[in-house]
């Protein structure tokens, strides 16, 4: 059982925005601890998509954004298409000095 | 572009040894970190363990008594070995390359930059 919490699915249709929640605790994100995001296409291995709450590696679209208040973070996708149709998981430190990945949630692109 | 690529068995026996080596190309796998996930069927990831190039390591403590992962720089391939598997251990392995930075509050943290494609290990007789 994962310290970081995702909803199982969120879904939205094409050109919506939606947000998937990370929610951990103050032994995690709330310590200060940052978050990342990975992008997992169907039958594909994860991507880097958001590294450091908000950074951007090259090449990942500026229509995903990342954001960390308090004990969550969020990652927010603008202008959904059909290729964003994934499943995004989260990932931080703990300080019960483990990793992480939340438990994933699959984006469904109505 | 770096470029990670696992190889080994699909398919291990119960109580067997999974082994499995992870190939980095497009890059030195020195003055890097380099970890091993699992994803088992239809569900989330799972971090296992990582090597530092020089050796040093570290694994999920719920794995560590039957995790060894082990560096040859010569090769620039890293491996996995897990022991007396069972039918939980079935998965998808994925080889990654783990950078890891210092934060003046919180210490060292990380993510993973670069993922192999995976391979499915199943674990039957």
């Known amino acids: 059982q994962s310290v970081l919490t995702q909803p199982p699915s969120v879904s939205g249709a094409p050109g919506q925005r939606v947000t998937i929640s990370c929610t951990g605790s103050s032994s995690n994100i709330g310590a200060g601890y940052d978050v990342h995001w990975y992008q997992q296409l169907p039958g594909t291995a994860p991507k880097l998509l958001i590294y450091?709450?908000?950074n951007r590696p090259s090449g990942v679209p500026d229509r995903f954004s990342g954001s960390k208040s308090g004990t969550s973070a969020s990652l927010a996708i603008t202008g959904l298409q059909a290729e964003d149709e994934a499943d995004y998981y989260c990932q931080s430190y703990d300080s019960s000095l483990s990793g992480w990945f939340g438990g994933g949630t699959k984006l469904t692109v109505l | 572009q770096v470029q990670l690529q696992e190889s080994g068995p699909g398919l291990v026996k119960p109580s067997e040894t999974l082994s499995l080596t992870c190939t980095v190309s497009g890059g030195s796998i020195s003055s890097y970190y380099w970890s091993w996930i699992r994803q088992p069927p239809g569900k989330g990831l799972e971090w296992i363990g990582y090597?530092?190039?020089?050796?040093?390591?570290n694994y999920n403590p719920s794995l560590k008594s039957r995790v060894t992962i082990s560096v040859d720089t010569s090769k620039n391939q890293f491996s996995l070995k897990l022991s007396s598997v069972t039918a939980a251990d079935t998965a998808v392995y994925y080889c990654a390359r783990r950078i890891e930075y210092y934060d003046i509050l919180t210490g060292y943290q990380y993510y993973f930059d670069y993922w192999g494609q995976g391979t499915l290990v199943t674990v039957s007789s």
């Open positions: 090597i530092y190039y020089s050796g040093s390591t």
């Open positions: 450091g709450n908000s």
